[in-house]
Protein backbone atom coordinates (compact mmCIF):
# COMPACT_ATOMS: atom_id res chain seq x y z
CA UNK A 1 0.00 0.00 0.00
CA UNK A 2 1.54 3.56 -0.89
CA UNK A 3 2.07 5.76 1.91
CA UNK A 4 -0.22 8.32 2.70
CA UNK A 5 2.39 11.12 1.74
CA UNK A 6 3.05 9.62 -1.74
CA UNK A 7 -0.86 9.51 -1.84
CA UNK A 8 -1.36 12.90 -0.97
CA UNK A 9 1.35 14.24 -3.63
CA UNK A 10 0.01 12.28 -5.98
CA UNK A 11 -3.55 13.76 -5.54
CA UNK A 12 -1.98 17.27 -5.29
CA UNK A 13 -0.46 16.35 -8.62
CA UNK A 14 -3.64 14.85 -10.47
CA UNK A 15 -5.95 18.24 -9.27
CA UNK A 16 -3.05 20.36 -10.75
CA UNK A 17 -2.77 18.61 -14.08
CA UNK A 18 -6.59 18.10 -14.83
CA UNK A 19 -6.95 21.45 -13.88
CA UNK A 20 -4.59 22.71 -16.29
CA UNK A 21 -5.35 20.84 -18.67
CA UNK A 22 -9.37 21.53 -18.23
CA UNK A 23 -8.77 25.27 -18.39
CA UNK A 24 -6.36 24.34 -21.92
CA UNK A 25 -9.66 22.97 -23.17
CA UNK A 26 -12.12 25.69 -22.05
CA UNK A 27 -10.26 28.15 -23.91
CA UNK A 28 -9.30 26.09 -26.94
CA UNK A 29 -12.59 25.12 -28.78
CA UNK A 30 -15.96 27.41 -29.24
CA UNK A 31 -19.12 26.77 -26.69
CA UNK A 32 -21.52 24.38 -27.60
CA UNK A 33 -24.88 24.75 -28.50
CA UNK A 34 -25.88 23.99 -25.20
CA UNK A 35 -23.27 26.31 -23.36
CA UNK A 36 -23.90 29.53 -25.69
CA UNK A 37 -27.91 28.82 -24.66
CA UNK A 38 -26.80 29.01 -20.91
CA UNK A 39 -24.81 32.12 -21.30
CA UNK A 40 -28.17 33.85 -21.71
CA UNK A 41 -29.29 32.53 -18.07
CA UNK A 42 -26.45 34.69 -16.89
CA UNK A 43 -27.25 37.60 -19.13
CA UNK A 44 -30.97 37.44 -18.43
CA UNK A 45 -30.88 35.89 -15.15
CA UNK A 46 -34.08 34.70 -13.33
CA UNK A 47 -35.86 32.94 -10.72
CA UNK A 48 -36.10 30.10 -12.77
CA UNK A 49 -35.87 28.76 -16.34
CA UNK A 50 -37.74 27.01 -19.28
CA UNK A 51 -35.26 24.50 -19.32
CA UNK A 52 -33.62 23.95 -15.79
CA UNK A 53 -33.08 26.01 -12.15
CA UNK A 54 -30.85 29.23 -12.00
CA UNK A 55 -27.57 27.51 -10.71
CA UNK A 56 -25.55 27.42 -13.57
CA UNK A 57 -26.72 30.89 -14.84
CA UNK A 58 -25.41 32.19 -10.81
CA UNK A 59 -22.24 30.51 -11.55
CA UNK A 60 -21.51 31.87 -14.92
CA UNK A 61 -22.11 35.58 -13.09
CA UNK A 62 -19.99 34.43 -10.38
CA UNK A 63 -16.91 33.10 -12.09
CA UNK A 64 -17.56 35.99 -15.26
CA UNK A 65 -17.87 39.00 -12.74
CA UNK A 66 -21.56 39.44 -13.99
CA UNK A 67 -20.28 38.69 -17.85
CA UNK A 68 -17.68 41.44 -17.44
CA UNK A 69 -15.46 38.61 -18.67
CA UNK A 70 -16.86 36.99 -20.87
CA UNK A 71 -14.74 34.64 -23.09
CA UNK A 72 -15.31 31.01 -24.37
CA UNK A 73 -12.65 30.62 -21.19
CA UNK A 74 -14.04 32.56 -18.90
CA UNK A 75 -17.56 31.08 -18.95
CA UNK A 76 -16.42 27.56 -19.23
CA UNK A 77 -14.12 29.01 -15.83
CA UNK A 78 -17.04 28.18 -13.26
CA UNK A 79 -16.67 24.59 -15.06
CA UNK A 80 -13.11 24.37 -14.50
CA UNK A 81 -12.72 25.38 -10.87
CA UNK A 82 -16.10 23.13 -9.58
CA UNK A 83 -14.71 20.13 -11.74
CA UNK A 84 -11.70 20.30 -10.09
CA UNK A 85 -13.19 20.76 -6.28
CA UNK A 86 -15.67 17.88 -7.40
CA UNK A 87 -12.19 15.83 -7.90
CA UNK A 88 -10.88 16.17 -4.47
CA UNK A 89 -14.52 15.77 -3.05
CA UNK A 90 -14.11 12.68 -4.26
CA UNK A 91 -11.47 11.98 -2.90
CA UNK A 92 -12.39 13.09 0.73
CA UNK A 93 -15.40 10.92 -0.24
CA UNK A 94 -13.37 7.60 -0.54
CA UNK A 95 -10.92 8.67 2.34
CA UNK A 96 -13.85 8.84 4.26
CA UNK A 97 -15.72 5.45 3.14
CA UNK A 98 -12.39 3.39 3.73
CA UNK A 99 -8.57 4.94 3.48
CA UNK A 100 -6.86 7.70 1.16
CA UNK A 101 -6.05 5.20 -1.36
CA UNK A 102 -9.80 4.02 -1.89
CA UNK A 103 -10.01 8.64 -2.46
CA UNK A 104 -7.49 8.50 -4.49
CA UNK A 105 -8.56 5.56 -7.10
CA UNK A 106 -12.11 7.70 -6.67
CA UNK A 107 -10.41 10.45 -7.87
CA UNK A 108 -8.56 9.05 -10.82
CA UNK A 109 -12.15 7.00 -11.84
CA UNK A 110 -14.00 10.33 -11.80
CA UNK A 111 -11.02 12.21 -13.40
CA UNK A 112 -11.13 9.48 -16.30
CA UNK A 113 -14.97 9.68 -16.63
CA UNK A 114 -16.05 11.68 -19.64
CA UNK A 115 -18.97 13.15 -17.68
CA UNK A 116 -16.73 14.08 -14.75
CA UNK A 117 -13.96 15.14 -16.60
CA UNK A 118 -15.44 16.94 -19.49
CA UNK A 119 -19.59 17.64 -19.33
CA UNK A 120 -19.28 18.58 -15.13
CA UNK A 121 -15.67 19.69 -15.28
CA UNK A 122 -15.13 21.47 -18.86
CA UNK A 123 -18.21 22.44 -20.42
CA UNK A 124 -20.47 24.85 -18.74
CA UNK A 125 -24.26 23.16 -18.20
CA UNK A 126 -26.08 22.30 -14.90
CA UNK A 127 -24.28 19.07 -14.22
CA UNK A 128 -21.18 20.87 -13.61
CA UNK A 129 -22.56 22.82 -10.25
CA UNK A 130 -24.93 19.67 -9.49
CA UNK A 131 -22.28 17.24 -9.60
CA UNK A 132 -20.11 19.17 -7.03
CA UNK A 133 -23.35 19.87 -4.67
CA UNK A 134 -24.14 16.74 -4.90
CA UNK A 135 -20.60 15.46 -4.02
CA UNK A 136 -21.00 17.58 -1.11
CA UNK A 137 -24.37 16.36 0.19
CA UNK A 138 -23.53 12.85 -0.39
CA UNK A 139 -20.15 13.53 1.75
CA UNK A 140 -22.22 15.39 4.84
CA UNK A 141 -24.86 12.09 4.88
CA UNK A 142 -22.03 9.84 5.02
CA UNK A 143 -20.84 11.92 8.07
CA UNK A 144 -24.01 12.17 9.64
CA UNK A 145 -26.32 8.81 8.87
CA UNK A 146 -24.66 5.76 10.26
CA UNK A 147 -24.35 7.25 13.59
CA UNK A 148 -26.92 5.72 15.61
CA UNK A 149 -25.99 8.04 18.81
CA UNK A 150 -26.76 11.13 17.01
CA UNK A 151 -23.90 13.29 18.24
CA UNK A 152 -24.00 17.20 17.81
CA UNK A 153 -21.46 17.04 15.00
CA UNK A 154 -23.50 14.09 13.14
CA UNK A 155 -26.51 16.74 13.69
CA UNK A 156 -24.53 19.50 11.97
CA UNK A 157 -23.60 17.32 9.07
CA UNK A 158 -26.71 16.24 8.03
CA UNK A 159 -28.41 20.03 8.38
CA UNK A 160 -25.66 20.78 6.02
CA UNK A 161 -26.78 18.30 3.29
CA UNK A 162 -30.19 19.95 3.55
CA UNK A 163 -28.55 23.09 2.91
CA UNK A 164 -26.45 21.41 -0.07
CA UNK A 165 -28.98 19.36 -1.38
CA UNK A 166 -30.60 22.29 -2.18
CA UNK A 167 -28.46 23.92 -3.77
CA UNK A 168 -27.66 20.94 -5.97
CA UNK A 169 -31.50 20.71 -6.62
CA UNK A 170 -30.88 24.78 -7.61
CA UNK A 171 -28.83 22.98 -10.29
CA UNK A 172 -31.21 20.18 -11.65
CA UNK A 173 -34.07 18.94 -11.02
CA UNK A 174 -33.50 15.14 -9.94
CA UNK A 175 -31.40 15.96 -7.64
CA UNK A 176 -34.25 15.44 -5.49
CA UNK A 177 -32.81 11.69 -5.66
CA UNK A 178 -30.60 12.69 -3.37
CA UNK A 179 -33.32 13.56 -0.96
CA UNK A 180 -35.54 10.61 -1.87
CA UNK A 181 -32.71 8.01 -1.23
CA UNK A 182 -31.79 9.79 2.43
CA UNK A 183 -35.79 8.95 3.12
CA UNK A 184 -35.14 5.70 1.90
CA UNK A 185 -32.00 5.23 4.06
CA UNK A 186 -33.60 6.64 7.37
CA UNK A 187 -36.91 4.93 6.95
CA UNK A 188 -35.32 1.24 6.29
CA UNK A 189 -31.82 1.35 8.54
CA UNK A 190 -32.12 4.46 11.28
CA UNK A 191 -35.32 5.64 12.46
CA UNK A 192 -33.98 7.69 15.46
CA UNK A 193 -33.04 10.50 13.02
CA UNK A 194 -36.44 10.96 12.63
CA UNK A 195 -36.67 12.36 16.34
CA UNK A 196 -33.95 14.54 15.77
CA UNK A 197 -35.18 17.99 14.75
CA UNK A 198 -32.17 18.74 12.63
CA UNK A 199 -33.59 15.98 10.29
CA UNK A 200 -36.96 18.55 9.70
CA UNK A 201 -34.41 22.08 9.61
CA UNK A 202 -32.32 20.52 6.68
CA UNK A 203 -36.04 19.64 4.87
CA UNK A 204 -37.10 22.66 5.33
CA UNK A 205 -33.98 24.81 3.87
CA UNK A 206 -33.80 22.23 1.65
CA UNK A 207 -37.70 23.63 0.60
CA UNK A 208 -36.90 26.85 1.14
CA UNK A 209 -33.88 27.19 -1.29
CA UNK A 210 -35.90 25.82 -4.20
CA UNK A 211 -39.33 27.73 -3.37
CA UNK A 212 -38.05 30.43 -5.83
CA UNK A 213 -38.19 27.97 -8.68
CA UNK A 214 -41.37 26.61 -7.48
CA UNK A 215 -42.67 31.34 -7.06
CA UNK A 216 -41.31 31.02 -10.80
CA UNK A 217 -43.31 27.68 -11.92
CA UNK A 218 -46.81 29.41 -10.64
CA UNK A 219 -46.36 32.81 -11.74
CA UNK A 220 -45.52 30.84 -15.38
CA UNK A 221 -48.24 28.02 -15.26
CA UNK A 222 -45.44 25.61 -14.22
CA UNK A 223 -43.99 25.61 -17.93
CA UNK A 224 -40.66 24.43 -16.89
CA UNK A 225 -41.81 20.85 -14.77
CA UNK A 226 -44.51 20.07 -17.76
CA UNK A 227 -41.35 20.73 -20.35
CA UNK A 228 -39.66 17.93 -18.35
CA UNK A 229 -42.85 16.16 -18.08
CA UNK A 230 -43.04 15.79 -21.85
CA UNK A 231 -39.78 14.62 -21.81
CA UNK A 232 -39.75 11.71 -19.81
CA UNK A 233 -43.72 10.46 -20.14
CA UNK A 234 -43.93 7.45 -21.63
CA UNK A 235 -45.40 8.05 -25.20
CA UNK A 236 -47.85 5.73 -26.45
CA UNK A 237 -45.44 3.78 -29.13
CA UNK A 238 -44.96 1.19 -26.97
CA UNK A 239 -41.51 -0.99 -26.02
CA UNK A 240 -38.64 0.33 -28.02
CA UNK A 241 -35.52 -1.30 -27.70
CA UNK A 242 -33.35 0.75 -30.00
CA UNK A 243 -33.91 3.55 -27.00
CA UNK A 244 -33.04 1.06 -24.16
CA UNK A 245 -29.64 -0.27 -26.81
CA UNK A 246 -28.55 3.67 -27.62
CA UNK A 247 -29.22 4.83 -23.83
CA UNK A 248 -27.05 2.02 -22.62
CA UNK A 249 -24.26 2.29 -25.45
CA UNK A 250 -24.26 6.30 -24.24
CA UNK A 251 -23.83 5.30 -20.77
CA UNK A 252 -20.49 3.19 -21.39
CA UNK A 253 -19.18 5.81 -23.18
CA UNK A 254 -20.11 8.94 -21.09
CA UNK A 255 -18.57 7.11 -18.15
CA UNK A 256 -16.08 5.52 -19.53
CA UNK A 257 -16.20 1.66 -21.28
CA UNK A 258 -12.79 0.82 -18.72
CA UNK A 259 -14.71 2.60 -15.63
CA UNK A 260 -18.14 0.53 -16.42
CA UNK A 261 -16.52 -2.56 -16.88
CA UNK A 262 -14.72 -1.84 -13.51
CA UNK A 263 -17.96 -0.84 -11.66
CA UNK A 264 -20.13 -4.14 -12.92
CA UNK A 265 -17.34 -6.78 -11.75
CA UNK A 266 -17.43 -4.30 -8.05
CA UNK A 267 -21.31 -4.67 -8.31
CA UNK A 268 -20.45 -8.48 -8.76
CA UNK A 269 -18.35 -8.54 -5.64
CA UNK A 270 -21.31 -6.86 -3.94
CA UNK A 271 -23.90 -9.18 -4.77
CA UNK A 272 -21.61 -12.01 -3.83
CA UNK A 273 -21.40 -10.61 -0.49
CA UNK A 274 -17.99 -9.25 -0.29
CA UNK A 275 -17.23 -7.30 2.24
CA UNK A 276 -14.63 -4.18 1.52
CA UNK A 277 -17.03 -1.60 2.38
CA UNK A 278 -18.74 -0.77 5.23
CA UNK A 279 -22.31 -2.01 5.07
CA UNK A 280 -23.93 2.00 6.28
CA UNK A 281 -21.98 3.71 3.78
CA UNK A 282 -22.85 0.95 1.45
CA UNK A 283 -26.44 1.51 1.80
CA UNK A 284 -26.44 5.23 1.28
CA UNK A 285 -24.47 5.21 -2.14
CA UNK A 286 -26.83 2.41 -3.46
CA UNK A 287 -29.85 4.25 -1.96
CA UNK A 288 -28.86 7.74 -3.52
CA UNK A 289 -27.57 5.95 -6.84
CA UNK A 290 -29.69 3.27 -7.92
CA UNK A 291 -33.06 4.28 -8.06
CA UNK A 292 -31.80 7.26 -10.37
CA UNK A 293 -30.31 4.58 -12.41
CA UNK A 294 -33.29 2.51 -12.34
CA UNK A 295 -35.78 5.24 -13.18
CA UNK A 296 -34.05 6.53 -16.16
CA UNK A 297 -33.18 3.17 -17.32
CA UNK A 298 -36.64 2.57 -17.20
CA UNK A 299 -37.79 5.34 -19.18
CA UNK A 300 -35.17 4.31 -22.20
CA UNK A 301 -37.15 1.26 -22.60
CA UNK A 302 -40.57 3.26 -24.00
CA UNK A 303 -38.77 7.05 -25.28
CA UNK A 304 -35.88 8.43 -26.00
CA UNK A 305 -33.44 9.57 -22.81
CA UNK A 306 -30.43 11.33 -22.82
CA UNK A 307 -27.30 9.59 -21.34
CA UNK A 308 -25.76 12.11 -18.70
CA UNK A 309 -29.08 12.12 -16.75
CA UNK A 310 -27.96 9.17 -15.00
CA UNK A 311 -24.72 10.51 -14.90
CA UNK A 312 -24.89 11.65 -11.10
CA UNK A 313 -25.75 7.96 -10.48
CA UNK A 314 -22.13 6.89 -11.38
CA UNK A 315 -20.89 8.94 -9.06
CA UNK A 316 -21.77 6.39 -6.30
CA UNK A 317 -20.75 3.54 -8.96
CA UNK A 318 -17.30 4.85 -8.95
CA UNK A 319 -17.29 4.90 -5.14
CA UNK A 320 -17.65 1.84 -4.51
CA UNK A 321 -15.59 0.62 -7.78
CA UNK A 322 -12.68 2.70 -6.32
CA UNK A 323 -13.12 0.98 -2.86
CA UNK A 324 -13.20 -2.10 -4.61
CA UNK A 325 -10.18 -1.79 -6.45
CA UNK A 326 -8.35 -0.91 -3.01
CA UNK A 327 -8.71 -4.31 -1.66
CA UNK A 328 -5.38 -5.08 -0.73
CA UNK A 329 -5.35 -8.25 -2.88
CA UNK A 330 -6.33 -6.52 -5.64
CA UNK A 331 -2.86 -5.03 -6.41
CA UNK A 332 -0.10 -7.86 -6.60
CA UNK A 333 2.36 -5.87 -8.57
CA UNK A 334 4.00 -3.11 -5.73
CA UNK A 335 4.91 -0.79 -8.95
CA UNK A 336 1.20 0.05 -9.67
CA UNK A 337 -0.04 -0.18 -6.38
CA UNK A 338 -0.46 3.88 -6.98
CA UNK A 339 -2.82 3.86 -10.18
CA UNK A 340 -3.65 -0.14 -10.77
CA UNK A 341 -3.70 -1.05 -14.62
CA UNK A 342 -7.22 -1.01 -14.94
CA UNK A 343 -7.19 2.58 -13.70
CA UNK A 344 -3.98 3.59 -16.25
CA UNK A 345 -5.98 2.08 -19.39
CA UNK A 346 -9.19 3.91 -18.53
CA UNK A 347 -7.56 7.11 -18.31
CA UNK A 348 -5.41 6.21 -21.14
CA UNK A 349 -8.57 5.88 -23.35
CA UNK A 350 -9.82 9.26 -22.09
CA UNK A 351 -6.76 11.05 -23.46
CA UNK A 352 -7.04 9.55 -26.94
CA UNK A 353 -10.53 10.44 -27.40
CA UNK A 354 -9.95 13.72 -25.75
CA UNK A 355 -7.29 14.55 -28.01
CA UNK A 356 -8.85 13.06 -30.89
CA UNK A 357 -11.89 15.20 -30.34
CA UNK A 358 -10.01 18.30 -30.14
CA UNK A 359 -8.22 18.11 -32.93
CA UNK A 360 -11.53 17.03 -35.13
CA UNK A 361 -13.20 20.04 -34.04
CA UNK A 362 -10.19 22.45 -33.90
CA UNK A 363 -8.46 21.29 -37.38
CA UNK A 364 -11.25 18.42 -38.93
CA UNK A 365 -8.70 15.33 -38.67
CA UNK A 366 -11.30 12.99 -40.32
CA UNK A 367 -12.84 14.92 -43.30
CA UNK A 368 -16.96 13.31 -42.50
CA UNK A 369 -18.07 15.37 -44.77
CA UNK A 370 -16.59 14.00 -47.81
CA UNK A 371 -18.30 10.69 -46.92
CA UNK A 372 -21.75 12.82 -46.40
CA UNK A 373 -21.21 11.64 -42.30
CA UNK A 374 -23.07 14.01 -40.22
CA UNK A 375 -19.82 16.02 -38.08
CA UNK A 376 -21.15 16.59 -34.88
CA UNK A 377 -17.62 18.36 -33.91
CA UNK A 378 -19.13 21.10 -36.33
CA UNK A 379 -21.44 21.96 -33.16
CA UNK A 380 -18.33 23.74 -31.42
CA UNK A 381 -17.00 25.04 -34.39
CA UNK A 382 -17.42 27.88 -37.19
CA UNK A 383 -19.24 30.18 -34.85
CA UNK A 384 -16.28 32.82 -34.32
CA UNK A 385 -15.55 32.78 -37.86
CA UNK A 386 -19.29 32.99 -39.04
CA UNK A 387 -19.36 36.30 -36.54
CA UNK A 388 -16.09 37.64 -38.08
CA UNK A 389 -17.62 37.69 -41.29
CA UNK A 390 -21.38 38.55 -40.74
CA UNK A 391 -20.08 42.46 -38.92
CA UNK A 392 -18.48 43.87 -41.80
CA UNK A 393 -21.27 42.81 -44.29
CA UNK A 394 -23.42 44.17 -41.71
CA UNK A 395 -21.59 47.54 -41.94
CA UNK A 396 -21.57 47.31 -46.02
CA UNK A 397 -25.10 46.94 -45.50
CA UNK A 398 -26.52 49.54 -43.32
CA UNK A 399 -23.73 52.15 -44.71
CA UNK A 400 -25.44 51.82 -48.16
CA UNK A 401 -28.74 52.25 -47.04
CA UNK A 402 -29.50 48.37 -47.60
CA UNK A 403 -30.89 47.79 -44.21
CA UNK A 404 -31.86 49.82 -41.37
CA UNK A 405 -29.31 50.38 -38.75
CA UNK A 406 -29.64 48.24 -35.19
CA UNK A 407 -31.96 45.71 -37.33
CA UNK A 408 -32.21 42.30 -35.12
CA UNK A 409 -31.27 38.95 -36.24
CA UNK A 410 -34.90 36.53 -36.47
CA UNK A 411 -34.67 33.03 -36.19
CA UNK A 412 -36.94 29.66 -35.50
CA UNK A 413 -35.26 27.69 -32.45
CA UNK A 414 -33.10 28.32 -29.38
CA UNK A 415 -30.27 27.31 -31.20
CA UNK A 416 -28.86 28.26 -33.12
CA UNK A 417 -30.19 32.15 -31.85
CA UNK A 418 -27.89 31.55 -29.08
CA UNK A 419 -25.34 31.03 -31.09
CA UNK A 420 -25.72 34.14 -32.97
CA UNK A 421 -26.73 35.72 -30.38
CA UNK A 422 -22.96 35.20 -28.83
CA UNK A 423 -20.67 34.91 -31.70
CA UNK A 424 -22.60 37.71 -33.86
CA UNK A 425 -25.06 39.63 -31.73
CA UNK A 426 -22.88 40.06 -28.85
CA UNK A 427 -19.76 42.15 -30.61
CA UNK A 428 -22.03 44.50 -32.96
CA UNK A 429 -24.67 44.77 -30.19
CA UNK A 430 -27.72 43.59 -32.41
CA UNK A 431 -30.46 41.88 -30.84
CA UNK A 432 -31.46 38.26 -31.43
CA UNK A 433 -34.86 37.09 -31.34
CA UNK A 434 -36.52 33.61 -31.71
CA UNK A 435 -40.00 33.17 -33.41
CA UNK A 436 -41.84 30.60 -32.89
CA UNK A 437 -43.73 27.58 -30.57
CA UNK A 438 -42.76 27.67 -27.55
CA UNK A 439 -41.06 24.25 -27.46
CA UNK A 440 -38.75 25.36 -30.40
CA UNK A 441 -37.49 28.85 -29.20
CA UNK A 442 -37.56 28.13 -24.96
CA UNK A 443 -36.13 30.94 -23.00
CA UNK A 444 -36.43 33.27 -25.87
CA UNK A 445 -39.85 33.36 -25.23
CA UNK A 446 -38.97 36.04 -22.24
CA UNK A 447 -35.88 37.47 -23.67
CA UNK A 448 -38.10 37.78 -27.25
CA UNK A 449 -40.19 40.72 -24.41
CA UNK A 450 -37.18 41.67 -22.02
CA UNK A 451 -36.12 43.01 -25.57
CA UNK A 452 -39.01 44.73 -26.87
CA UNK A 453 -41.23 44.79 -29.67
CA UNK A 454 -40.44 44.78 -33.26
CA UNK A 455 -42.03 47.99 -34.55
CA UNK A 456 -44.15 48.16 -38.05
CA UNK A 457 -41.27 49.60 -40.80
CA UNK A 458 -38.33 47.34 -39.51
CA UNK A 459 -35.57 45.30 -40.93
CA UNK A 460 -34.08 42.22 -39.53
CA UNK A 461 -31.53 39.89 -40.99
CA UNK A 462 -31.86 36.07 -40.90
CA UNK A 463 -28.98 33.91 -41.17
CA UNK A 464 -30.13 30.17 -42.94
CA UNK A 465 -27.20 27.45 -42.44
CA UNK A 466 -26.51 24.98 -45.11
CA UNK A 467 -26.91 22.15 -42.35
CA UNK A 468 -29.50 23.26 -40.50
CA UNK A 469 -31.89 25.10 -43.26
CA UNK A 470 -34.95 26.51 -42.86
CA UNK A 471 -36.90 28.59 -45.74
CA UNK A 472 -36.92 32.09 -45.18
CA UNK A 473 -39.63 32.45 -47.12
CA UNK A 474 -41.78 30.14 -45.50
CA UNK A 475 -41.19 31.67 -41.73
CA UNK A 476 -41.28 35.64 -42.33
CA UNK A 477 -42.37 35.75 -46.36
CA UNK A 478 -45.85 36.33 -44.62
CA UNK A 479 -44.48 38.93 -41.77
CA UNK A 480 -42.08 41.39 -44.33
CA UNK A 481 -42.92 43.05 -47.50
CA UNK A 482 -39.56 42.22 -49.32
CA UNK A 483 -36.64 38.95 -48.37
CA UNK A 484 -33.97 39.35 -50.12
CA UNK A 485 -30.64 37.20 -50.18
CA UNK A 486 -27.63 39.33 -49.04
CA UNK A 487 -25.01 37.21 -49.17
CA UNK A 488 -23.74 33.57 -48.28
CA UNK A 489 -20.41 33.64 -46.24
CA UNK A 490 -18.62 30.41 -46.05
CA UNK A 491 -17.24 28.77 -42.91
CA UNK A 492 -13.54 27.21 -43.40
CA UNK A 493 -11.87 24.75 -41.83
CA UNK A 494 -8.52 23.76 -42.80
CA UNK A 495 -9.20 23.59 -46.80
CA UNK A 496 -12.77 22.25 -46.35
CA UNK A 497 -15.70 24.28 -46.69
CA UNK A 498 -17.37 22.85 -43.57
CA UNK A 499 -20.66 25.07 -43.42
CA UNK A 500 -22.01 28.14 -45.90
CA UNK A 501 -24.30 30.72 -44.42
CA UNK A 502 -27.37 32.24 -46.39
CA UNK A 503 -27.87 35.81 -45.25
CA UNK A 504 -31.39 37.43 -46.27
CA UNK A 505 -32.42 40.75 -45.68
CA UNK A 506 -36.15 40.68 -44.46
CA UNK A 507 -37.06 44.29 -45.23
CA UNK A 508 -40.51 46.45 -44.06
CA UNK A 509 -42.44 44.51 -41.37
CA UNK A 510 -45.66 44.85 -42.22
CA UNK A 511 -47.42 45.10 -38.43
CA UNK A 512 -46.01 45.56 -35.39
CA UNK A 513 -44.29 42.42 -33.76
CA UNK A 514 -45.70 42.34 -30.01
CA UNK A 515 -44.34 39.82 -27.87
CA UNK A 516 -46.74 38.05 -25.32
CA UNK A 517 -46.68 39.15 -22.04
CA UNK A 518 -49.48 37.25 -20.29
CA UNK A 519 -49.19 35.55 -16.70
CA UNK A 520 -49.08 31.77 -18.88
CA UNK A 521 -46.46 31.81 -21.42
CA UNK A 522 -47.94 28.74 -23.15
CA UNK A 523 -50.77 26.63 -21.98
CA UNK A 524 -51.94 24.03 -24.37
CA UNK A 525 -54.92 24.46 -25.80
CA UNK A 526 -57.58 21.31 -25.22
CA UNK A 527 -58.39 21.56 -28.73
CA UNK A 528 -55.12 21.18 -30.19
CA UNK A 529 -54.32 17.66 -28.60
CA UNK A 530 -56.29 15.58 -30.76
CA UNK A 531 -55.05 16.72 -33.78
CA UNK A 532 -51.89 16.67 -32.21
CA UNK A 533 -51.74 13.56 -31.55
CA UNK A 534 -52.85 12.20 -35.13
CA UNK A 535 -49.70 13.98 -36.67
CA UNK A 536 -47.44 12.29 -34.07
CA UNK A 537 -49.38 8.99 -35.04
CA UNK A 538 -48.81 9.50 -38.67
CA UNK A 539 -45.22 10.48 -38.07
CA UNK A 540 -44.48 7.17 -36.31
CA UNK A 541 -46.15 5.22 -38.50
CA UNK A 542 -44.28 6.28 -41.41
CA UNK A 543 -40.44 4.78 -41.05
CA UNK A 544 -38.83 6.38 -43.52
CA UNK A 545 -40.23 9.74 -41.99
CA UNK A 546 -38.32 7.98 -38.81
CA UNK A 547 -35.02 7.05 -39.82
CA UNK A 548 -34.46 10.40 -41.42
CA UNK A 549 -35.72 12.18 -38.25
CA UNK A 550 -33.42 9.78 -36.53
CA UNK A 551 -30.45 10.82 -38.20
CA UNK A 552 -31.57 14.52 -37.93
CA UNK A 553 -31.70 14.07 -34.16
CA UNK A 554 -28.30 12.85 -33.96
CA UNK A 555 -27.00 15.85 -35.64
CA UNK A 556 -28.23 18.00 -33.51
CA UNK A 557 -28.19 16.30 -30.46
CA UNK A 558 -31.54 16.71 -29.44
CA UNK A 559 -34.12 13.55 -28.45
CA UNK A 560 -35.65 11.54 -31.23
CA UNK A 561 -39.16 12.14 -29.13
CA UNK A 562 -38.49 16.10 -28.83
CA UNK A 563 -38.09 16.02 -32.79
CA UNK A 564 -40.87 14.22 -33.65
CA UNK A 565 -43.23 16.58 -31.58
CA UNK A 566 -41.98 19.48 -33.14
CA UNK A 567 -42.18 17.94 -36.73
CA UNK A 568 -46.22 17.18 -35.62
CA UNK A 569 -46.55 21.35 -34.12
CA UNK A 570 -45.08 22.24 -37.58
CA UNK A 571 -47.74 20.21 -38.82
CA UNK A 572 -50.53 20.95 -36.90
CA UNK A 573 -49.75 25.04 -37.49
CA UNK A 574 -49.35 24.03 -41.07
CA UNK A 575 -52.91 22.62 -41.08
CA UNK A 576 -54.54 25.93 -39.19
CA UNK A 577 -51.97 28.32 -41.08
CA UNK A 578 -54.85 30.27 -43.19
CA UNK A 579 -56.59 30.48 -39.57
CA UNK A 580 -53.95 32.29 -37.74
CA UNK A 581 -51.78 34.10 -40.37
CA UNK A 582 -53.39 36.07 -42.66
CA UNK A 583 -52.10 37.32 -46.14
CA UNK A 584 -50.45 33.98 -47.10
CA UNK A 585 -51.43 32.92 -50.36
CA UNK A 586 -49.37 35.03 -51.66
CA UNK A 587 -46.13 32.94 -50.65
CA UNK A 588 -47.35 29.94 -50.25
Known amino acids: ?50 DHPPMVGIVIQFFTLNLYLDSEFFLRFASVVLGTLSTGMMFLIGRHIKNPITGFYAALLFTASFYGFILSGVFIL ?23 EMTTESRNFLFYAGVTAGLALLSKYHSVFLVAGTFIYLLLYNRNWFRAKETYAAFFIFILLFFPVVFWNIENDFISFTFHENRVWITESGFQPQYFLTEIAGQFFYNNPVNVVIIIVAMIALIRRKQFLDVSYRRIILWTSVPLFAIFISFSLFRSTLPHWTGPAYLGFILIAAAWLAEPKRSTDSRRKLVPWPVAISLGFLLFIVVTAIGQIRYGWISLKRDKIDDVSLDMYGWRQLGEKFAP ?21 WFPAANFDYYLGRNINKPVYALGELERIHKYYWINQLRGDIKKGSDAYYIALSDDYEDPIALYGHLFEMVLPSDTLFITRGHDTVRMAFIFRLVDLKQDLIFNREKNPAPRKAEKADTLSYFLNQIRSDRQYLDLLEKRSVRLKISLDDLIREEAIKMYQDSKLKLVLPDTNHWK
Request: aromatic share 20%.
Open 126 to 148: PDSPQVFFWLVTLFFLLKSLPDR
Open 393 to 413: MVKWDEEHFLIDKGSPILTFR
Open 1 to 50: MPSNRKIYLALFILLALSAVVRGFIAGFIELGNDEVYYWTYAKFPALSHF
